[in-house]
């Protein structure tokens, strides 16, 4: 493995040529497969600090665990990774300073490391070190003379400064997508201490501040809850991926009364004209893409799967539309990822990579 920071998008799944290869292994076609992953390590593979779920060797193991290949140096070169991440994270932790969104979530940081670990098959004390550190996230922390949650960070999702931080609340690369990769450990028997309490936390907190992107310092002061945004549903943020989210912590927690209220907000969501038309691409993850994938893992997990037939029908029509218009052809934002919705099929597990299973 090159130990590098600055390397060719090739090796990035979002939207290189490793994103292209998931389709193909999904597909059963091989050959093209292997044309795009040697694409994707002509390079070197990173190992450094921008390794990440998407990014890298952990990207590689992802792709290549799909068709059942990826090898011990692989594995080696993610484990170091991991545990070069870990040991970050406990310093800043110490330091007393509030975490990067890049710390702990799942595009860049130990949110996606543990969604990789948890893909192994096993529980391992190093995923068990992952889930501990994301634990203990819903502790809350003091800083400048107040106290904020765990996952506070002082810039956004681009690096940009935001003046009294915030709590971002999505998928991508907020609590939503913490909770869900804790809900999903324990669906599949790995726990660690406080790990029930972390999901009722995040759960709650969602509860209250999932209506936003983001919680800005003012409205945590704020003695009303915020008003619920009008913004885009989709995947990375907004409601769809948190119901999932909530649906997945309602599992996790065998709370029926969480699981109908996520469901019932889905389907709301998605038959409401107005949040229909903020929509305005295919793509895995802000448009039509992702919400049918979504959708799919929703209805599976209901106790009532038929009432989201029609809605399943609808995005279907609507991502079949809108798939050519795509301009990139990666996983993440184009013409990959959205056929791999479009096909409906889950045979490697590829939904995984969203913690939409």
């Known amino acids: 493995m090159t130990e590098t920071t600055d390397l060719p998008r090739t090796q990035d799944l979002s939207e290189g040529a490793l994103g292209m290869a998931l389709l193909h292994i999904e597909r059963g076609d091989l050959p093209t497969a292997r044309r795009h992953l040697a694409q994707a390590v002509a390079g070197g593979v990173s190992a450094g600090g921008n390794a990440s779920l998407f990014h890298g060797a952990p990207a590689l193991e992802f792709v290549l665990s799909r068709a059942g290949h990826a090898g011990p140096d692989v594995r080696e070169a993610v484990d170091r990774v991991v545990d070069a991440r870990l040991a970050s994270a406990h310093r800043r932790q110490a330091s007393g ?192 893409a992702g919400l049918v994938a979504i959708a799919r893992a929703v209805a599976d997990d209901s106790s009532t799967p038929d009432r989201f037939t029609p809605l399943i029908e609808d995005l279907n029509r609507r991502l079949a539309a809108g798939l050519k218009k795509l301009p990139k052809p990666g996983f993440m934002e184009g013409r990959s990822g959205a056929r791999l919705a479009l096909d409906g099929t889950n045979i490697t597990g590829w939904t995984s990579a969203l913690l939409i299973t």
């Open 97 to 288: 300073h509030l975490p990067q969104l890049a710390e702990f979530d799942l595009i860049r940081g130990l949110t996606g490391l543990g969604t990789l670990l948890l893909t192994r098959g096993a529980a391992s004390p190093r995923l068990e070190e992952v889930l501990a550190y994301l634990v203990s996230l819903a502790q809350p922390v003091r800083f400048e003379d107040r106290e904020l949650p765990g996952w506070w960070s002082p810039v956004g999702p681009g690096g940009e400064e935001m003046a009294g931080g915030h709590g971002n609340n999505g998928v991508a690369h907020g609590i939503a997508g913490v909770l869900a990769v804790l809900s999903l450990a324990a669906r599949h028997q790995v726990q660690v201490p406080g790990q029930q309490d972390a999901i009722e936390t995040f759960a709650r907190w969602l509860d209250t501040y999932g209506c936003c992107y983001w919680t800005t310092r003012d409205q945590l002061s704020a003695a009303q809850p915020p008003e619920p945004e009008p913004a885009r549903p989709s995947w990375c943020y907004g409601q769809p991926g948190i119901a999932r989210t909530q649906q997945l912590a309602a599992l996790a927690l065998n709370d029926p009364v969480r699981r109908r209220a996520a469901e019932d907000a889905f389907l709301r969501t998605l038959t409401d004209p107005v949040h229909l038309g903020r929509i305005t691409d295919a793509s895995l993850c802000h448009g039509w």
